[in-house]
């Protein structure tokens, strides 16, 4: 014997129902298909319900509608002569159901019993359409009436089951009859008194579970419109996976922290025989599905499942008068009981000076109205504080039958929830160590469930979401970067990186599932919104994406002020823009801090050298226990490439013109020829050396003229460079004549720093630094007669794109 259950979507339209059939049809053992309502149907008669309690007469149109619905999928189903027939058994029941509407429209009294009767009508019709409909295709076929099979208590609304007389019941009335199909409405049951009573929503399941324990079935199948039972819920984890096996426990588990594929008291009745439950999606019958077994033989997973639930209220009932005192938790659970609140989730900490639950947030102000009554006493004299009530939560939990003979599963949850900023509100895990449970933001469950199912059951793929702004020469390097990359890192360092969004000066846009790198250029220009950097932080935080990174590619000097919200946030920081490092001390010092507290990385390897390895290096080299004594470099490729090529037959003009159209100069020059750029460069690195330092405290030996360092637009400055040529002129011959050669020095010595034009003699080490290359010398206690020296390449929109890109794939190593 097979017991099938077939739910609302998979009876929820003349095409779902031929597929239904056409599955029972292929069954070769005897079975019992019980069916729930049509998808919808029971929402909109409990909606007709609240209408005509309301005495709003629109619930007869409301009831019209339902009707013709049911209409319509007869005419999809069955022929002329089985339509007459079953019409006008669909319009019968009906007409009985608008009766029952007006009379509580007239009393204005909706008592349960009414509300069941109403909410039961429409398993009464699809089961009858459904038994209707395998008449015509010859199947042998019989239907029952499920409220003369189980019996239940007088609670109408939410009924329980006399499962002794249910059980004799079934195994009378179907397992002695011949029909090979023994069709069930599911979900509606009677009392003792014969009068209608209900399951509970769901309670189709239910149903099924109860046929199939009474009748010793040999799997107990669960159709529905997904393929089992899902690592995480689909809808919010695009890559949660069906799960192929999983225990009983764990299934119970799942179903009760919101896995909505299956009603949680189902698993009881199939449990007590040891039936197994099978999962399957009417819209695809093929897929393997979930099986749900004593003890589950699938893939060895520590934890099966990531579920949650939302929409929870956490009460909070502390005080120093509970501390050692008998009764209280009883006195607490049992004012809720009073009042029928179902408690989802208990926590108490061991000096029982508080005690946290978790209810529906429907409830939480009936909740917090009987508790605060029952303890009024006690909150009079100050023992113990009125009840606290914290709503917009949810709980979401780790589920595993295995997770008992593992350690650090609970560590790892909350290190990576905690790492992705989300905040735990209480926790609680059961000693048989199947399920444990956090209470967290309601805002923050995607990114939770995300986060947990990555650590958990993906191939420890790390998703870094990149929120880039600045696309000129630099950005949109490493936008090709990372798209001819991709591929590379998913396969080899199991980092997928997706652009979510973009932005520069005029335009930005947002897309969640990833920026289309192919595209980009053209969707900006065509879907993009008016750029406000207060508005894209504001969708960052909006969208709530675990591993989130802020990419500042601009030498914007606004930007930089968002990099706090974004650390706040737990938002990393990658950024060329060197203005946040270089600023006041405080605001380094803050920042660093924010990123050390929020566990999100600041990275900004590209303030010195661009691609070159040098922040890093001096981080290693102060980490490991040394001492940096003396700093002397070429920072700027600038100004290398530009002294370079400034030679007798050309303008100094003409060669800074040249350097600003290959992408070694900042947009606006003066940045570069003036020095503050360098200046900027010398203090990052004193700084991360662990000195204390101002920008007005380094000394700028500036080789430009006064007329230069006076012009007050970009155009006037390289005007300038036409009308000094002479004074340029004279700074090159001047170097040649001593057999030098030009390059701008930074330094740093005995806790002085200085930046300026130096005649460098052959032999030294930054003679022979060709085109935009930079050097670094690291005198430090362990570096004393010979330095470290890095060299390379110091500018340019190429390298300095793969800077940033290196430090975006670090931020992944967090």
């Known amino acids: 014997m097979i017991v099938s259950k077939f739910g609302g979507t998979s009876v929820g339209s003349a095409e779902n129902i031929k597929k239904v059939i056409r599955i029972v049809s292929q069954k070769k053992e005897k079975m019992v298909v019980v069916v729930s309502a049509l998808g919808g149907v029971t929402n909109l008669l409990i909606k007709a319900s609240e209408l005509a309690l309301a005495n709003d007469s629109a619930f007869i149109t409301l009831i019209d509608d339902i009707e013709k619905r049911h209409f319509e999928v007869i005419e999809g189903l069955l022929d002329h002569d089985h339509q007459t027939v079953c019409k006008a058994e669909v319009a019968k029941t009906m007409n009985e159901l608008k009766e029952v509407l007006s009379g509580v429209s007239l009393l204005s009294d909706l008592s349960d019993k009414s509300a069941a009767r109403i909410v039961s009508t429409g398993e009464i019709l699809s089961s009858f359409i459904i038994y209707k409909t395998m008449q015509q295709e010859k199947l042998d076929a019989s239907l029952f009436d499920s409220r003369s099979l189980i019996k239940t208590n007088g609670d109408f609304l939410n009924a329980t089951v006399d499962y002794e007389l249910s059980f004799k019941n079934i195994h009378a009335h179907l397992s002695e009859n011949e029909a090979k199909v023994q069709v069930l409405p599911g979900f509606i049951a009677s009392n003792l008194k014969g009068e209608t009573t209900t399951l509970g929503r769901g309670g189709s399941d239910f149903t099924a579970a109860i046929a199939a324990n009474a009748l010793s079935a040999s799997i107990l199948e669960i159709w529905t419109d997904v393929s089992g039972m899902y690592t995480a819920n689909p809808t919010l984890v695009q890559q949660a996976y069906p799960i192929e096996e999983i225990s009983y426990l764990e299934a119970m588990e799942l179903s009760h922290f919101g896995a909505k594929v299956l009603y949680p008291p189902t698993i009881q009745p199939a449990l007590d025989k040891k039936i197994p439950i099978l999962i399957k999606n009417t819209l695809l019958p093929d897929d393997k599905g979930t099986l749900i077994t004593d003890k589950a033989l ?28 008998p009764g209280i938790s009883r006195r607490l659970f049992g004012a809720l009981s009073e009042k029928k609140i179902n408690v989802k989730f208990i926590t108490q900490a061991s000096s ?9 947030i429907s409830e939480s102000d009936l909740a917090k109205q009987a508790v605060d009554s029952t303890f009024e006493f006690e909150i009079l004299q100050h023992k113990i504080n009125p009840l606290q009530v914290e709503n917009e939560l949810a709980i979401i939990a780790l589920v595993g039958d295995n997770m008992k003979s593992h350690q650090g599963i609970s560590g790892k949850m909350f290190s990576e929830l905690g790492n992705n900023n989300v905040n735990i509100r209480a926790i609680a895990q059961g000693s048989t160590e199947k399920n444990i449970s956090a209470v967290i933001s309601k805002k923050d469950v995607k990114k939770a469930l995300n986060t947990l199912h990555a650590a958990f059951f993906e191939d420890q793929i790390k998703q ?31 980092v997928n990186l997706r652009v979510v969004a973009i932005a520069n000066s005029k335009k930005m846009i947002f897309e969640e599932e990833g920026i289309d790198l192919e595209q980009w250029k053209d969707q900006l220009e065509k879907e993009g919104k008016a750029s406000d950097m207060n508005d894209f932080l504001q969708g960052i935080k909006d969208l709530n994406l675990r591993n989130s990174v802020f990419v500042d590619n601009t030498a914007n000097n606004k930007v930089p002020d968002f990099y706090a919200a974004c650390l706040e946030q737990s938002i990393a920081v990658v950024a060329c823009n060197k203005i946040a490092c270089s600023s006041d001390f405080s605001n380094y010092q803050r920042l660093k801090y924010l990123s050390r507290k929020y566990n999100a990385p600041f990275l900004f390897e590209t303030n010195v050298g661009a691609g070159l390895p040098i922040i890093d290096t001096l981080n290693n080299l102060i980490s490991s226990g040394d001492q940096i004594n003396e700093i002397q470099a070429v920072l700027s490729g600038s100004l290398n490439f530009i002294f370079n090529n400034f030679n007798a037959d050309t303008t100094f003009y003409d060669v800074v013109e040249k350097a600003g159209l290959e992408g070694y100069t900042e947009p606006d020059p003066r940045i570069d020829l003036s020095g503050i750029d360098v200046m900027r460069k010398i203090l990052i690195l004193m700084r991360e050396s662990g000195r204390k330092t101002e920008l007005d405290e380094i000394t700028n030996d500036s080789f ?6 006076a012009a007050n637009s970009v155009s006037d400055f390289m005007q300038t460079l036409k009308t000094e040529a002479g004074h340029f002129e004279s700074l090159r011959t001047e170097a040649e004549q001593k057999n030098c050669r030009l390059k701008y020095v930074a330094s740093f010595k005995d806790g002085e720093a200085k930046v300026g034009l130096q005649h460098i003699p052959e032999g030294h080490p930054f003679y022979n630094l060709d085109g935009k290359d930079n050097i670094v010398l690291f005198y430090t206690n362990r570096y004393v007669d010979q330095p470290l020296i890095i060299k390379g390449a110091g500018a340019g929109a190429e390298v300095t794109a793969s800077g940033i890109f290196g430090d975006i794939i670090r931020t992944g190593n967090k």
């Open 298 to 325: 699938g893939k060895d997973y520590t934890v099966k499942g990531i579920s949650h639930i939302e929409d929870i209220a956490l009460l909070t009932l502390e005080g120093n008068g509970m501390v050692g005192v």
């Open 464 to 494: 870094i979401n990149l929120f880039v702004v600045g696309i000129g020469n630099v950005g949109s390097k490493l936008l090709d970067q990372i798209r001819n990359q991709s591929d590379y890192l998913l396969k080899k360092q199991h």
């Open 704 to 709: 430009l003229p006064e007329a230069s360092l």
């Open 352 to 360: 029982e000076h508080s005690i946290c639950l978790a209810i529906d």
